[in-house]
């Protein structure tokens, strides 16, 4: 009994002592695993500085790059010479030219304009006008008729006065003396011709067509309508 009761100390200070020491082994195994995730943290800390400061390295010259675009960018236009401004051209306000309603106040060979002429119906330029004895066209033709002027009389004509385009483009009076039955049709035939605009060299009365020896021929050559 008595030697049981002096190993009961003994076993108890051995089972203490393992104790201890597991506990001891316990804490320096902790103590080994933190300073291990410790040296870890700081090796990932220390890689993630770098990186950063790559970046600000980047950050840094891309700044750089920027300021010197803009002071170049400055500089240019400073140096670009100012222009000086053009006054600003008011649109026109004068009047667009009236239309003419007749031909009859113009006078022969007088130019017109084609913007003055209704373009959807120039029929109404195209008019015959009877001749009196002793009135100025009468007077006109007298020496112009060939043969016996006497076997026309003044009811068996017309006077006709339209425009016509000339040979350079614009637009004349014209004017002639023909027989009343054939009037109407020489109107529409000159008519026909203005809206196809046929160029001729004259449709003048002043012209002396009906000279010495003067022939058909010559007439028609001079005074067919052109393409």
């Known amino acids: 009994m008595n030697k049981q009761n002096k190993k009961m100390p003994i076993l108890f200070g051995i089972v203490l002592c393992l104790c201890i020491a597991a506990g001891a082994g316990y804490l320096l195994r902790n103590a080994y695993l933190l300073k291990k995730d410790d040296r870890q943290l700081d090796e990932l800390f220390a890689k993630e500085l770098e990186e950063s400061q790559k970046t600000i390295d980047q950050l840094k010259e891309q700044k750089e790059e920027l300021e010197t675009d803009i002071q170049k960018a400055e500089e240019e236009v400073n140096n670009v010479p100012r222009k000086e401004s053009q006054p600003v051209q008011e649109p026109s306000t004068s009047a667009p030219m009236p239309l003419r309603a007749s031909i009859l106040d113009c006078q022969p060979g007088e130019v017109l304009s084609g913007e003055t002429l209704y373009p959807d119906n120039p029929g109404i330029y195209f ?13 006109q033709i007298t020496d112009m008729v ?12 017309r006077y006709l006065k339209m425009p016509y385009y000339q040979q350079n ?26 809206e196809k605009k046929h160029r001729f060299s004259s ?13 058909l021929t010559n007439i028609t050559e001079k005074y067919l309508p052109r393409e």
């Open 127 to 139: 008019t015959a006008s009877p001749i009196l004895e002793g009135d100025e066209i009468y007077t």
């Open 146 to 157: 060939p043969g016996d002027a006497g076997s026309v009389t003044c009811d068996q004509l």
């Open 169 to 194: 483009g614009e637009i004349h009076v014209g004017e002639m003396v023909v027989t009343s039955e054939l009037s109407q049709k020489v109107l529409d035939a000159f008519l026909d011709f203005f």
């Open 203 to 215: 449709m003048d009365l002043k012209d002396n067509l009906w000279i010495e020896e003067t022939d």
